[in-house]
């Protein structure tokens, strides 16, 4: 049983179910499974040796899915490749891992060379007919079946890099067995059935990916809304009458900051994950209230991808759960683990580790580092938290992360809890910049709704009337953007960099 199996499966169940919805453009499972068939005979008459990578540089179009079953049914290798990354970032990725075939859309052209690498067009521009376009090869190949190759468990399905804000990406690899886990996983968590309607808001390239098989598994359908924005993504849930999708906190925050949205329609959600970061204790109320109370979130890292930890509505209903991330899912275990290896009790606050069939199989061409990372076949996060005596999980922070001022420690996401109930902060982030006299400083920065006149002190008393003065930021810089990631992610180390020389508005 391969990753793939599920959609194929799924296609012989549900022939004439919508697999793809695109604006008024439906396709049905059996079209589908015949258009991924023929490409993958395509791949395979390319390049004919099993696991050979395939890089895929798209934004969410139905030809970058097209693409990707393609890949799992030919018994390639995927690497994805986010267009919205720097050319430079994906430059170093596509070296590292050395594509045999690389998918490029029409709008990415220039994000990449493929050197060597056989180039295969997705989404064509206008006027395309090359023969190297995707639809071109699925009108040459239609009707063909791909040879299905005799692999293990452990052979590599997907090469997919970390963030890289921590230092060099690394590459993980991710096996069969790792991605049948998530798959298994997310069914059993969530409860997805033929009713599902996943929409593709967030970049297939990371989170949102993972809940693709899942939903094709129980026969759903997959959204395609084009460009996403918050109003988009609004209208898009109304429009199709969404269930399922997952975002990143800082999109739920703009939507919820949209005019109007009290009386916007969510009645059809029933699973809006949240993943990527901790959305914040004070929001998950009023998201929940309005979203359908359909608000739920997994934990997960790319060595141990999206479901290791999980949260669903009904559990995050309990205020005493609005901090937490959930609890263990299945085929994982999750610990609190001290520095000497140690497994903690419940309360005891140390780093959350990991251990199954979710976790890679280490970073590729990197033999230290994965030694470093999975010791006696637990992962180590490097996220630091608690697991209470219910089995609940909560994390505070990256380890590295923590501020130490003044010989006390401070967690950054407890002072941001506190920081976005302000009024005018619509998004902020806290991080240490050192200091002779305190070690670090606790430092914030903030993102304001437009037309306000709040200030730098007035902020900074606003937390410290709720924590502490250690706790308090002593620096609070006010700024029109805050650097994110290319999945809406803020960034903490580089907006560290950013202050490193601190020349914003001391606060206290």
Same mark, same amino acid.
Request: hydrophobic letters at 40%; one cysteine or more.
């Given at each position: 049983?391969?990753?793939?199996?599920?959609?194929?499966?799924?296609?012989?169940?549900?022939?004439?179910?919508?697999?793809?919805?695109?604006?008024?453009?439906?396709?049905?499972?059996?079209?589908?499974?015949?258009q991924?068939?023929?490409?993958?005979?395509?791949?395979?008459?390319?390049?004919?040796a099993?696991?050979?990578?395939?890089?895929?540089?798209?934004?969410?179009?139905v030809?970058?899915?097209?693409?990707?079953l393609?890949?799992?049914?030919?018994?390639?290798?995927?690497?994805?490749?986010?267009?919205?990354?720097?050319?430079?970032?994906?430059?170093?990725?596509?070296e590292?891992?050395?594509?045999?075939?690389?998918?490029?859309?029409a709008?990415?052209?220039?994000?990449?060379?493929?050197?060597?690498?056989?180039?295969?067009?997705?989404?064509?521009?206008?006027?395309?007919?090359?023969?190297?376009?995707?639809?071109?090869?699925?009108?040459?190949?239609?009707?063909q079946?791909?040879?299905?190759?005799?692999?293990?468990?452990?052979?590599?399905?997907?090469?997919k890099? *970390?963030?890289?804000?921590?230092?060099?990406?690394?590459?993980?690899?991710?096996t069969?067995?790792?991605?049948? *886990?998530?798959?298994?996983?997310?069914?059993?968590?969530?409860?997805?059935?033929?009713?599902?309607?996943?929409?593709?808001?967030?970049?297939?390239?990371?989170?949102?990916?993972?809940?693709?098989?899942?939903?094709?598994?129980?026969?759903?359908?997959?959204v395609?809304?084009?460009?996403?924005?918050?109003?988009?993504i609004?209208d898009?849930?109304?429009?199709?009458?969404v269930?399922?999708?997952?975002?990143?906190? *800082?999109?739920?925050?703009?939507?919820?900051?949209?005019? %109007?949205?009290?009386?916007?329609?969510?009645?059809?959600?029933?699973?809006?994950?949240?993943?990527?970061a901790?959305?914040?204790?004070?929001?998950?109320?009023?998201?929940?209230?309005?979203?359908?109370?359909?608000?739920?979130?997994?934990?997960?890292?790319?060595?141990?991808p999206?479901?290791?930890?999980?949260m669903?509505?009904?559990?995050?209903?309990?205020?005493?759960?609005w901090?937490? *991330?959930?609890?263990?899912?299945?085929?994982?275990?999750?610990?609190?683990?001290?520095?000497?290896?140690?497994?903690?009790?419940?309360?005891?606050s140390?780093?959350?580790?990991?251990?199954?069939?979710?976790?890679?199989? %280490?970073?590729?061409?990197?033999?230290?580092k994965?030694?470093?990372?999975?010791?006696?076949?637990?992962?180590?996060?490097?996220?630091?938290?608690?697991?209470?005596?219910?089995?609940?999980?909560?994390?505070?922070?990256?380890?590295?992360d923590?501020?130490?001022?003044?010989?006390?420690?401070?967690?950054?996401?407890d002072?941001e809890?506190?920081?976005?109930?302000?009024?005018?902060?619509?998004?902020?982030v806290?991080f %240490?910049?050192?200091?002779?006299?305190?070690?670090?400083?606790?430092?914030?920065?903030?993102?304001v709704?437009?037309?306000?006149?709040?200030?730098?002190?007035?902020?900074a008393?606003?937390?410290?009337?709720?924590?502490?003065?250690v706790?308090?930021?002593?620096?609070?810089?006010?700024?029109?953007?805050?650097?994110?990631?290319?999945?809406?992610?803020?960034?903490?180390?580089?907006a560290?960099?950013?202050?490193?020389?601190?020349?914003?508005?001391?606060?206290?």
């Amino acid at each position: 049983m391969l990753p793939i199996d599920h959609f194929l499966r799924a296609a012989v169940r549900f022939p004439d179910r919508t697999a793809i919805k695109d604006g008024d453009r439906e396709v049905r499972y059996a079209d589908l499974a015949r258009q991924v068939n023929a490409l993958a005979a395509a791949l395979q008459d390319i390049a004919p040796a099993p696991q050979g990578r395939v890089g895929i540089c798209a934004y969410n179009t139905v030809e970058h899915l097209l693409a990707w079953l393609a890949v799992f049914a030919a018994g390639k290798t995927w690497v994805p490749l986010n267009p919205r990354n720097g050319n430079d970032e994906l430059k170093r990725i596509f070296e590292v891992t050395s594509p045999e075939i690389v998918v490029v859309d029409a709008d990415c052209a220039d994000k990449l060379e493929a050197g060597s690498a056989y180039r295969l067009t997705g989404k064509p521009g206008a006027g395309d007919t090359s023969d190297t376009t995707i639809a071109a090869l699925i009108e040459k190949f239609d009707g063909q079946m791909p040879v299905r190759h005799d692999v293990s468990l452990d052979d590599l399905q997907a090469i997919k890099f *970390t963030g890289g804000s921590s230092g060099q990406p690394k590459g993980c690899m991710q096996t069969y067995r790792v991605w049948n *886990t998530c798959i298994t996983s997310m069914l059993l968590e969530f409860g997805f059935n033929q009713d599902d309607r996943n929409l593709l808001a967030a970049p297939m390239t990371h989170g949102t990916n993972t809940l693709i098989m899942p939903t094709f598994a129980v026969g759903g359908t997959q959204v395609f809304m084009g460009p996403s924005k918050p109003e988009s993504i609004i209208d898009a849930i109304e429009r199709d009458r969404v269930t399922t999708m997952f975002l990143p906190p *800082t999109v739920i925050y703009m939507m919820m900051d949209q005019p %109007g949205i009290d009386a916007r329609d969510f009645s059809s959600l029933k699973h809006m994950i949240v993943g990527g970061a901790a959305i914040r204790k004070d929001e998950v109320p009023r998201a929940m209230k309005i979203f359908n109370n359909a608000l739920e979130t997994c934990f997960g890292q790319t060595e141990a991808p999206q479901i290791a930890i999980c949260m669903r509505a009904a559990d995050w209903q309990d205020p005493e759960n609005w901090a937490s *991330t959930g609890r263990a899912t299945c085929n994982t275990r999750v610990e609190v683990m001290d520095g000497d290896g140690n497994i903690l009790a419940p309360g005891e606050s140390g780093e959350i580790v990991l251990k199954g069939d979710l976790v890679m199989r %280490g970073y590729l061409d990197m033999p230290d580092k994965t030694a470093e990372t999975i010791i006696d076949g637990w992962l180590h996060t490097g996220d630091v938290g608690i697991i209470d005596a219910r089995g609940f999980v909560y994390i505070k922070d990256r380890i590295r992360d923590v501020v130490i001022t003044g010989g006390f420690n401070v967690y950054p996401s407890d002072v941001e809890a506190v920081l976005g109930q302000h009024p005018a902060v619509t998004e902020c982030v806290v991080f %240490g910049i050192p200091d002779r006299k305190w070690g670090e400083v606790v430092t914030a920065a903030v993102e304001v709704r437009p037309g306000s006149n709040a200030d730098a002190a007035e902020i900074a008393a606003f937390v410290k009337a709720r924590l502490d003065s250690v706790k308090a930021p002593k620096v609070v810089h006010i700024v029109d953007a805050l650097p994110r990631s290319p999945v809406g992610k803020v960034l903490r180390r580089e907006a560290k960099v950013m202050f490193a020389n601190p020349e914003g508005e001391t606060a206290a």
